[in-house]
């Protein structure tokens, strides 16, 4: 059974700073991608960041570029998301994802997380 455990969610204030943290076990470790999406109540789940755990690579949403950046712990088992200057409109859930391959499309084969709360107050 894949397991994706996050945590670091919270509330800030706009301009302020959040960490998110996710752990894999499970089926979920090992997974090649790790990484991110977001979704607000009536959208989209909408990805966040991707990490190429085996090239190091890393994919970011148009919006993310700039002031979030993903990283992998040393067992690429662990995945974080330090977000900065964080505004209004990046107040979602945030889920923690893993699979065989990164795609921005969250319809694919990706195991999920429970999701965290972010909440970014004006």
């Known amino acids: 059974q894949a397991q994706l455990v996050e945590s670091g969610g919270g509330s800030v204030e706009t301009g302020g700073s959040l960490t998110l943290s996710c752990a894999a076990s499970?089926?979920?470790?090992?997974?090649?991608?790790m990484g991110w999406f977001r979704q607000v109540p009536g959208e989209e789940r909408e990805a966040v960041a991707l990490?190429?755990?085996?090239?190091?690579?890393?994919y970011y949403g148009t919006f993310a570029a700039g002031r979030f950046t993903i990283s992998a712990g040393t067992d690429n088992n662990t995945v974080s998301l330090q977000m900065n200057n964080l505004q209004p409109e990046d107040t979602a859930m945030y889920y923690c994802?893993?699979?065989?391959?990164?795609?921005?499309?969250?319809?694919?084969?990706?195991?999920w997380g429970q999701g965290i709360q972010v909440t970014v107050s004006s």
């Open positions: 499970g089926a979920a470790a090992g997974s090649v991608c």
């Open positions: 990490l190429n755990t085996r090239e190091s690579s890393t």
């Open positions: 994802a893993a699979a065989q391959r990164c795609w921005f499309d969250p319809r694919k084969s990706y195991n």
